[in-house]
């Protein structure tokens, strides 16, 4: 029953971002991590048929995957467990907005083949974890159908966006890609952790992960079921999809939609109080994570000391981050879908006290 409620939500959200309902394969994981993990695998379990068996020793040629500086960092964690190595992933340049540059993808992988290297996998992020950048997933796709690549989406975070009938125009392309991270505890609040991965090519998790026994019971063998540790890097595990069931079954669709939409307004109205508020917004996004700064300040000691008062204040938390080009900025990002304009125009308000006091106080010094 367990099994089966998470096949039927597999099938759900490769409908939701694009795929095809009944062609859609994937899995439950711990979190986005083991989610990319499992893309990477099944990655190169495509280029490379003998991997399962022979694992790197097999490999013709050095394997290389593609991600860009914004990326999320599990990639390169994911590089070492599967035995490539760090030095298989390769960055590739942002333009302005923080977005890969397809151009600059195509260029990389056309020098890295004259090298001798195999590139075999891109991927792209859809809402990066630090500023909320959505890559131009239709050209990521076109350059990694062009070049025989497997093109992964991580939407762990961003994905949820696009249930939402005017923000899914950002995500176009991402329907053409051959595997999608996604994270219900993020966007949908459903308890920790409740990763997704999916993907349109069925039996490739097979190829992946399963292992024959004679001790696991073979009573479905004659069924029409998957056997969840057949198709996933856990064995015992809990029944994730459960709680993902059964908040879409409390707030519906349309629950979330109004969520999502509430949210993305707040991030818009935090962003456009800090604007008139004399901030300068340092990151494009429809999504609700906003970096910014006092315009011109470019002191991460600044930064930092503003948010220690923010922080110890009690009423919000805001962190500092580093974006590429741009150097030191603080960035919010609402996550709870409790957050009203009044909490949002309170933080605006705090940023400048303090900011004030922080600059003030830098003056006298
Ligand atoms: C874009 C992205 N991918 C992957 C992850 C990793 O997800 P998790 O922490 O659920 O393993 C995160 C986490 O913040 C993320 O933002």
């Known amino acids: 029953m367990a099994a089966e409620i998470e096949n039927h939500l597999i099938s759900t959200f490769g409908g939701l971002f694009g795929y095809d309902e009944a062609g859609t394969e994937g899995t439950f994981t711990s979190g986005g991590a083991e989610a990319n993990h499992t893309a990477l695998l099944t990655a190169i379990t495509a280029h490379f048929p003998d ?36 030095g298989a992933v390769r960055h590739v340049e942002v333009d302005k907005q923080l977005r890969m ?91 920790m952790g409740a990763g997704i991965y999916l993907t349109r090519h069925r039996g490739i998790l097979n190829r992946t992960c399963a292992i024959e026994t004679s001790y696991m019971p073979k009573d479905a063998a004659g069924l029409d079921i998957r056997d969840p540790y057949m198709h996933s890097m856990q064995w015992s595990r809990r029944s994730i999809g459960l709680k993902v069931f059964m908040s879409l079954a409390a707030a519906g669709k349309p629950g979330y939609e109004s969520v999502i939409r509430h949210m993305t307004a707040m991030g818009d109205r935090l962003r456009s109080r800090l604007e008139l508020a004399g901030f300068e917004i340092c990151n494009e996004t429809p999504l609700p994570v906003v970096c910014f700064r006092p315009t011109g300040v470019r002191d991460m000691q600044i930064l930092q000391a503003i948010v220690r008062k923010i922080v110890n204040s009690g009423q919000a938390w805001i962190s500092t981050t580093q974006l590429d080009g741009q150097g030191p900025v603080l960035r919010a990002c609402i996550t709870n879908f409790r957050t009203e304009a009044e909490h949002t125009d309170r933080l605006a308000e705090l940023v400048k006290t303090y900011t004030a006091e922080v600059m003030g106080s830098e003056g006298q010094g």
């Open 51 to 86: 991997f399962p068996e022979h694992g790197v020793r097999s490999l013709p040629r050095q394997p290389v995957f593609y991600v860009s500086s914004q990326s999320h960092h599990s990639f390169l964690k994911a590089a070492r467990f599967c035995g490539l190595g760090t």
């Open 101 to 191: 540059s397809a151009g600059s993808l195509s260029d990389m992988i056309r020098r890295d083949t004259a090298d001798g290297l195999e590139p075999f996998m891109v991927v792209a992020s859809a809402g990066t974890t630090n500023a909320g950048v959505i890559d131009p997933l239709q050209q990521i796709a076109d350059v990694a159908r062009a070049n025989g690549l497997w093109y992964h989406v991580d939407a762990a975070w961003g994905g949820a966006a696009s249930f939402v009938s005017e923000l899914k125009g950002y995500f176009a392309g991402m329907e053409q890609s051959d595997s999608i991270t996604f994270d219900a505890h993020k966007w949908m609040s459903v308890p």
